[in-house]
C-alpha cells in the first residue's frame, strides 16, 4: 500500500486514494477544503482549485517535486509522496487567490440567502478569504429561473462547480440541464422548454455547495439555524428512506439527505421523501441529529443531549479530583 | 537562400492538386515508410530530434513512443489543426496551399501509430481550408494512399476532417478530444495523458499540423539528415508567421537557428521595419508568449545574439526571455503602445477562457477590466501592482495552459514595460482615442 506524508502525518491507503481522500483519513487542519469535489459522484473535483496541495516529492521512485500545485481531488497518490499543505505559504496564498476569485462575482447576499449557515463558500470565505474586496466593477448578475416545480436556480450566485450536473448524469434518468456559453458567463441551463422534474432532482440542492440551487418550497421560511436537525427514516421503495427532518416544533419545514462531516451526501434521497412527506407521523423520528461542521447550526442552543450529559460528567469528575487533591493536599 | 522542405515548390501552380503535387516528389516518402516497419518510422523521427510545432516544443518521437499498448484496443491519431493563437497563420498557410503534404504526414504517422482512423481537427472558421482538404483526401483515396491495404501494405486508413465550432480552447488537446467526441470542449484533467486515454478513453496522440508535415521530410530523408539542419536540441525547420510592424509580413521557413536580428531586417525575410521606425518590441511566438522589448530580442542577457531556436529564445528564463512557441512572430514599432495592444491580448482569453476552473473564468476577466480601466485614464498605480497579483494567482493553477497564456503577456509586460503603465496613469490625458475605447456598462463603479 502507497505510503503517503501530509504535512508531516504519515498514512497508508489503498491503491489510487486521491492526496484529498487520504488526507480526510488523517483529518483535522490539514484537510483541504474543497468546493466542486463529492465523493459519492464520480468524476468530481477538479475545477474549483480550493483543494490546490504543493507535491514536495513526486514518489519514493521519482522524488522530484510537481512543478505547479495540484488539485488534490484529483491526484492519486504515489508511494512515497510527500505533500504540503498548510505548512507551504505558498499554497495557502494560492487557496487565498481562489477564494478571491470565487467571491468577485459571488453576490454576497448571505443575510436572505436560504444556504446561510451550511453554506460551503461561507465557511472557505471565513477561513481563507480577506475581509475586503480588491474587485471594483460590477458583479456579473443573471436572472433568477425557475428549473421545474421544486427548484429555483440564482446562476449570480453559483460557481460552477458541475456536482448538480454529475448528480443529473449519475443519479437520475435524465439530465435536461447543463453549462452553457463559456468563460465567466457560463451559466447552468435547463435545455429549451425542459424543466427539471425527476424523482431524484431534489439532490441537486443538496450537492450545491452554495445557494445557487434552493427549495422551492423552503425558501425564506427560516433560517437553518432556528430548525432542529432530527434523524429520521421511513421505508421507501425508491430510496435508502434515511433522511434528516428540519423542524420546527411539530412541523416539518423541510427534508433533506444526510450529510457526513464533509457535508457530502452518501445517501441520496428521492423527491417523494423530500417534499411529500411533510407530516411527521409519516416517519420514524430516531432523535437528534449532530452537525459535525463547523456551522452555526451547531454552535446554537440545540446539542445532542448524551454528548452534552457525558461532557458534563467528564467535567464534574474533573472538579471533584481536584477537590479531592486540594483536600489531601491540606 | 536557406533551405526548404515544408514550403518546397510552394508557388508551383497547382500544387494541391494530386497530379501536381506527385510531379514534384510528393507521396515518394509515404511509398518510402510503407516499406518499413512502424517502430523504423518512430526511431527516424526520434533520431530527428523533431519538436512539436505546436507551442509546447515537445519531441515528437518522445510522445509517439509513450503511447499505451493495451490489447485490442485502437489507436488515434489526431492533427490538431485548430490554429487560433493571434498572430499565428502558418498551419491555415500550409494546409491551403499543400493539403497533400498533411494528408502524406498523417498516413506515415497512422501507419507508425497503429491507428487505422484519424482525425484532422481543424477550426471552424476555417471552413474553406476544411473544403480543400476535403478534396485533397478524396484524391488521395482514389489514388489508393487511403483506405484498405495501403499500396499493397495491409494497412487501413481512414481519414477525416472535423471542423471545430470556433473555440481557441479546443486547440488544447483535451480539449479537442472532448469537442472531437461531441461534447462540450472542457479540458481534461491530466493525468491520464491522451496516449493513455485519449479519444474514445483509447490511446491518442494529438499533433499539430507542422509537426506532421515534418515527419514526411524527416522520413524521405532520414532522421540523421534532419538533425543535421538547425542548432543543438532545435532541429530542423520551422514556420514563422511573421506580422506587425515590419515591411514583408507572411510565413516564412526558417532553419532554427538563425539571428533574430537577421530575421527582421534582411530582404529575403521580414525586410525591417515599417517606414524605417525604431523597434520596440517583439512577442516571439504567438500571443501568450512574454512579450520582449527590443534590446532583449535581438541579444540575450549576457549579450550573445539571439537566435530563433527553442533554447535561445528562452535563455534568461521568464525574467529576460520568451519562447519559441508557436511561432507567431509579432513586432512592434516605437508608435505602439504596449498597454492597449496587452488590453487586447486580455480581452482575447477572458473571451476564450472555458470557464470550468474559477481562476481563469474569473481572474481572466478581472484582468481586462483592469486593463480597460488604465486604458482610458481611470488607473492608480495600485491596479498595477493588482494586475500583478492576479495573473501571479492565475499562473500554474489552472487546469490547462490558457490560465498561463493570458498571465504571461500581462507579467512580461509589465515586467518590461512598467513605465508605460505608470505613464497612462499619471498622465490620463495624454492617452489617444480614450473615447474609442469607451463602454459604458463596464466602467469601476466610482
Redesign the interface.
Same mark, same amino acid.
Given at each position: 500500500m502507497p505510503k503517503v506524508t501530509i504535512d508531516g502525518h504519515s498514512i497508508e491507503v489503498p491503491e489510487g486514494t486521491t492526496i484529498l481522500q487520504a488526507a480526510r483519513m488523517i483529518g483535522g487542519e490539514i484537510v483541504p477544503p474543497a468546493m466542486c469535489y463529492y465523493s459519492s459522484l464520480k468524476g468530481s473535483g477538479? +475545477?474549483?482549485?480550493?483543494c490546490?496541495v504543493r507535491v514536495a516529492q513526486g514518489s519514493a521512485k521519482d522524488p522530484r517535486p510537481m512543478?505547479?500545485?495540484v488539485?488534490s481531488c484529483?491526484t492519486p497518490v504515489m508511494d512515497g509522496m510527500v505533500v504540503e499543505n498548510i505548512t507551504s505559504p505558498e499554497v495557502l496564498?494560492?487557496r487565498k487567490? @481562489?477564494v478571491?476569485? *470565487?467571491l468577485?462575482?459571488h453576490p454576497l447576499d448571505c443575510p436572505v440567502c436560504d444556504q446561510a449557515g451550511e453554506c460551503d463558500l461561507q465557511n472557505l470565505s471565513f477561513a481563507h478569504g480577506t475581509e475586503k474586496t480588491? +474587485?471594483?466593477?460590477?458583479r456579473r448578475t443573471f436572472e433568477k429561473k425557475d428549473i421545474g416545480n421544486y427548484i429555483k436556480l440564482h446562476m449570480t450566485r453559483c460557481? *460552477?462547480c458541475y456536482r448538480c450536473v454529475k448528480v443529473a448524469d449519475q443519479i437520475t434518468d435524465e439530465r435536461v440541464h /447543463? @453549462?452553457m456559453?463559456? /468563460?465567466? @458567463?457560463?451559466e447552468i441551463s435547463t435545455y429549451i422548454e425542459k424543466a427539471v422534474e425527476n424523482d431524484f432532482s431534489g439532490n441537486m440542492i443538496d450537492v450545491c455547495p452554495v445557494g445557487a440551487l434552493t427549495d422551492r418550497t423552503y425558501r425564506f421560511k427560516s433560517r437553518v439555524w432556528f430548525l432542529n436537525p432530527m434523524d429520521a427514516h421511513r421505508d421507501c421503495k425508491k430510496c435508502s428512506g434515511k433522511a434528516v427532518l428540519w423542524m420546527h416544533g411539530e412541523e416539518i419545514y423541510r427534508v433533506t439527505a444526510r450529510k457526513d462531516q464533509n457535508a457530502e451526501v452518501k445517501e441520496f434521497i428521492c423527491n417523494e421523501c423530500r417534499y411529500d412527506k411533510k407530516d411527521v407521523k409519516q416517519w420514524v423520528v430516531e432523535g437528534p441529529r449532530h452537525i459535525d461542521r463547523t456551522s452555526v447550526i451547531s454552535a446554537n442552543h440545540y446539542e445532542d443531549l448524551n454528548s452534552l450529559k457525558h461532557a458534563i460528567g467528564e467535567q464534574q469528575k474533573k472538579l471533584q479530583e481536584k477537590i479531592t487533591q486540594k483536600t489531601s493536599g491540606i | 537562400m536557406a533551405r526548404k522542405l515544408l514550403l518546397e515548390n510552394i508557388d508551383v501552380p497547382g500544387i494541391n492538386s494530386m497530379e501536381a503535387y506527385r510531379a514534384h516528389g510528393g507521396y515518394a516518402a509515404l511509398e518510402k515508410a510503407m516499406r518499413m516497419k512502424p517502430a523504423e518510422i518512430v526511431e527516424e523521427v526520434k533520431k530527428s530530434g523533431l519538436r512539436g510545432r505546436g507551442g509546447a516544443g515537445f519531441p515528437t518521437g518522445m510522445k509517439w513512443s509513450f503511447i499505451a499498448n493495451p490489447p485490442g484496443v485502437p489507436h488515434y491519431l489526431i492533427c490538431n489543426a485548430d490554429e487560433s493563437e493571434p498572430g499565428t497563420f502558418k498551419d491555415r498557410f500550409l494546409m491551403q496551399r499543400k493539403p497533400h503534404l498533411l494528408i502524406e504526414g498523417m498516413i506515415i504517422s497512422s501507419f507508425a501509430l497503429g491507428a487505422n482512423t484519424s482525425y484532422i481537427y481543424i477550426r471552424g472558421e476555417m471552413l474553406y481550408v476544411l473544403h480543400i482538404l476535403e478534396k485533397a483526401i478524396q484524391e488521395a483515396y482514389d489514388a489508393g494512399y487511403l483506405g484498405k491495404n495501403i499500396l499493397g501494405s495491409g494497412f487501413d486508413l481512414d481519414l477525416y476532417v472535423h471542423p471545430g465550432a470556433g473555440a481557441y480552447i479546443c486547440g488544447e488537446e483535451t480539449g479537442l478530444i472532448e469537442s472531437l467526441e461531441g461534447k462540450r470542449g472542457n479540458p481534461r484533467i491530466k493525468p491520464p495523458f491522451p496516449a493513455v486515454k485519449g479519444l474514445w478513453d483509447c490511446p491518442t496522440v494529438v499533433n499539430n499540423v507542422e509537426t506532421i508535415a515534418a515527419v514526411v521530410p524527416v522520413i524521405s530523408m532520414g532522421g540523421d539528415e534532419y538533425a543535421k539542419i538547425g542548432i543543438g536540441k532545435s532541429t530542423g525547420t520551422k514556420l514563422i508567421s511573421a506580422c506587425g510592424h515590419i515591411n514583408k509580413p507572411g510565413v516564412y521557413e526558417i532553419e532554427l537557428g538563425l539571428p533574430v536580428e537577421e530575421f527582421i531586417y534582411s530582404d529575403q525575410y521580414c525586410g525591417g521595419i515599417r517606414g524605417g521606425r525604431k523597434l520596440k518590441a517583439v512577442v516571439a511566438g504567438g500571443s501568450s508568449v512574454p512579450i520582449l522589448p527590443s534590446d532583449l530580442i535581438l541579444k540575450t542577457p549576457k549579450g550573445e545574439p539571439r537566435l530563433m531556436s527553442y533554447e535561445s529564445l528562452s535563455d534568461g528564463g521568464f525574467q529576460s526571455g520568451t519562447m519559441l512557441g508557436s511561432g507567431g512572430f509579432i513586432a512592434m514599432d516605437e508608435t505602439t503602445s504596449i498597454v492597449k495592444n496587452l488590453w487586447n491580448f486580455t480581452r482575447f482569453y477572458h473571451h476564450e477562457s472555458c470557464g470550468q476552473c474559477s481562476p481563469c473564468r474569473e481572474g481572466t476577466g478581472w484582468m481586462e477590466k483592469v486593463l480597460h480601466k488604465i486604458l482610458t485614464g481611470h488607473g492608480t498605480i495600485k491596479d498595477i501592482d493588482l494586475l500583478w497579483d492576479i495573473q501571479g494567482k492565475i499562473e500554474g493553477k489552472t487546469i490547462c495552459p490558457l490560465g498561463d497564456a493570458a498571465a504571461w503577456p500581462v507579467a512580461s509586460a509589465i515586467r518590461h514595460f512598467r513605465a508605460e503603465f505608470e505613464e497612462y496613469v499619471k498622465n490620463p490625458s495624454k492617452i489617444k482615442d480614450v473615447k474609442h475605447y469607451y463602454r459604458l456598462h463596464d466602467m469601476p463603479v466610482i
Amino acid at each position: 500500500m502507497p505510503k503517503v506524508t501530509i504535512d508531516g502525518h504519515s498514512i497508508e491507503v489503498p491503491e489510487g486514494t486521491t492526496i484529498l481522500q487520504a488526507a480526510r483519513m488523517i483529518g483535522g487542519e490539514i484537510v483541504p477544503p474543497a468546493m466542486c469535489y463529492y465523493s459519492s459522484l464520480k468524476g468530481s473535483g477538479g +475545477y474549483c482549485r480550493t483543494c490546490i496541495v504543493r507535491v514536495a516529492q513526486g514518489s519514493a521512485k521519482d522524488p522530484r517535486p510537481m512543478p505547479k500545485p495540484v488539485a488534490s481531488c484529483r491526484t492519486p497518490v504515489m508511494d512515497g509522496m510527500v505533500v504540503e499543505n498548510i505548512t507551504s505559504p505558498e499554497v495557502l496564498e494560492a487557496r487565498k487567490g @481562489v477564494v478571491e476569485f *470565487l467571491l468577485i462575482n459571488h453576490p454576497l447576499d448571505c443575510p436572505v440567502c436560504d444556504q446561510a449557515g451550511e453554506c460551503d463558500l461561507q465557511n472557505l470565505s471565513f477561513a481563507h478569504g480577506t475581509e475586503k474586496t480588491r +474587485y471594483e466593477f460590477p458583479r456579473r448578475t443573471f436572472e433568477k429561473k425557475d428549473i421545474g416545480n421544486y427548484i429555483k436556480l440564482h446562476m449570480t450566485r453559483c460557481i *460552477l462547480c458541475y456536482r448538480c450536473v454529475k448528480v443529473a448524469d449519475q443519479i437520475t434518468d435524465e439530465r435536461v440541464h /447543463g @453549462v452553457m456559453n463559456r /468563460g465567466d @458567463v457560463a451559466e447552468i441551463s435547463t435545455y429549451i422548454e425542459k424543466a427539471v422534474e425527476n424523482d431524484f432532482s431534489g439532490n441537486m440542492i443538496d450537492v450545491c455547495p452554495v445557494g445557487a440551487l434552493t427549495d422551492r418550497t423552503y425558501r425564506f421560511k427560516s433560517r437553518v439555524w432556528f430548525l432542529n436537525p432530527m434523524d429520521a427514516h421511513r421505508d421507501c421503495k425508491k430510496c435508502s428512506g434515511k433522511a434528516v427532518l428540519w423542524m420546527h416544533g411539530e412541523e416539518i419545514y423541510r427534508v433533506t439527505a444526510r450529510k457526513d462531516q464533509n457535508a457530502e451526501v452518501k445517501e441520496f434521497i428521492c423527491n417523494e421523501c423530500r417534499y411529500d412527506k411533510k407530516d411527521v407521523k409519516q416517519w420514524v423520528v430516531e432523535g437528534p441529529r449532530h452537525i459535525d461542521r463547523t456551522s452555526v447550526i451547531s454552535a446554537n442552543h440545540y446539542e445532542d443531549l448524551n454528548s452534552l450529559k457525558h461532557a458534563i460528567g467528564e467535567q464534574q469528575k474533573k472538579l471533584q479530583e481536584k477537590i479531592t487533591q486540594k483536600t489531601s493536599g491540606i | 537562400m536557406a533551405r526548404k522542405l515544408l514550403l518546397e515548390n510552394i508557388d508551383v501552380p497547382g500544387i494541391n492538386s494530386m497530379e501536381a503535387y506527385r510531379a514534384h516528389g510528393g507521396y515518394a516518402a509515404l511509398e518510402k515508410a510503407m516499406r518499413m516497419k512502424p517502430a523504423e518510422i518512430v526511431e527516424e523521427v526520434k533520431k530527428s530530434g523533431l519538436r512539436g510545432r505546436g507551442g509546447a516544443g515537445f519531441p515528437t518521437g518522445m510522445k509517439w513512443s509513450f503511447i499505451a499498448n493495451p490489447p485490442g484496443v485502437p489507436h488515434y491519431l489526431i492533427c490538431n489543426a485548430d490554429e487560433s493563437e493571434p498572430g499565428t497563420f502558418k498551419d491555415r498557410f500550409l494546409m491551403q496551399r499543400k493539403p497533400h503534404l498533411l494528408i502524406e504526414g498523417m498516413i506515415i504517422s497512422s501507419f507508425a501509430l497503429g491507428a487505422n482512423t484519424s482525425y484532422i481537427y481543424i477550426r471552424g472558421e476555417m471552413l474553406y481550408v476544411l473544403h480543400i482538404l476535403e478534396k485533397a483526401i478524396q484524391e488521395a483515396y482514389d489514388a489508393g494512399y487511403l483506405g484498405k491495404n495501403i499500396l499493397g501494405s495491409g494497412f487501413d486508413l481512414d481519414l477525416y476532417v472535423h471542423p471545430g465550432a470556433g473555440a481557441y480552447i479546443c486547440g488544447e488537446e483535451t480539449g479537442l478530444i472532448e469537442s472531437l467526441e461531441g461534447k462540450r470542449g472542457n479540458p481534461r484533467i491530466k493525468p491520464p495523458f491522451p496516449a493513455v486515454k485519449g479519444l474514445w478513453d483509447c490511446p491518442t496522440v494529438v499533433n499539430n499540423v507542422e509537426t506532421i508535415a515534418a515527419v514526411v521530410p524527416v522520413i524521405s530523408m532520414g532522421g540523421d539528415e534532419y538533425a543535421k539542419i538547425g542548432i543543438g536540441k532545435s532541429t530542423g525547420t520551422k514556420l514563422i508567421s511573421a506580422c506587425g510592424h515590419i515591411n514583408k509580413p507572411g510565413v516564412y521557413e526558417i532553419e532554427l537557428g538563425l539571428p533574430v536580428e537577421e530575421f527582421i531586417y534582411s530582404d529575403q525575410y521580414c525586410g525591417g521595419i515599417r517606414g524605417g521606425r525604431k523597434l520596440k518590441a517583439v512577442v516571439a511566438g504567438g500571443s501568450s508568449v512574454p512579450i520582449l522589448p527590443s534590446d532583449l530580442i535581438l541579444k540575450t542577457p549576457k549579450g550573445e545574439p539571439r537566435l530563433m531556436s527553442y533554447e535561445s529564445l528562452s535563455d534568461g528564463g521568464f525574467q529576460s526571455g520568451t519562447m519559441l512557441g508557436s511561432g507567431g512572430f509579432i513586432a512592434m514599432d516605437e508608435t505602439t503602445s504596449i498597454v492597449k495592444n496587452l488590453w487586447n491580448f486580455t480581452r482575447f482569453y477572458h473571451h476564450e477562457s472555458c470557464g470550468q476552473c474559477s481562476p481563469c473564468r474569473e481572474g481572466t476577466g478581472w484582468m481586462e477590466k483592469v486593463l480597460h480601466k488604465i486604458l482610458t485614464g481611470h488607473g492608480t498605480i495600485k491596479d498595477i501592482d493588482l494586475l500583478w497579483d492576479i495573473q501571479g494567482k492565475i499562473e500554474g493553477k489552472t487546469i490547462c495552459p490558457l490560465g498561463d497564456a493570458a498571465a504571461w503577456p500581462v507579467a512580461s509586460a509589465i515586467r518590461h514595460f512598467r513605465a508605460e503603465f505608470e505613464e497612462y496613469v499619471k498622465n490620463p490625458s495624454k492617452i489617444k482615442d480614450v473615447k474609442h475605447y469607451y463602454r459604458l456598462h463596464d466602467m469601476p463603479v466610482i
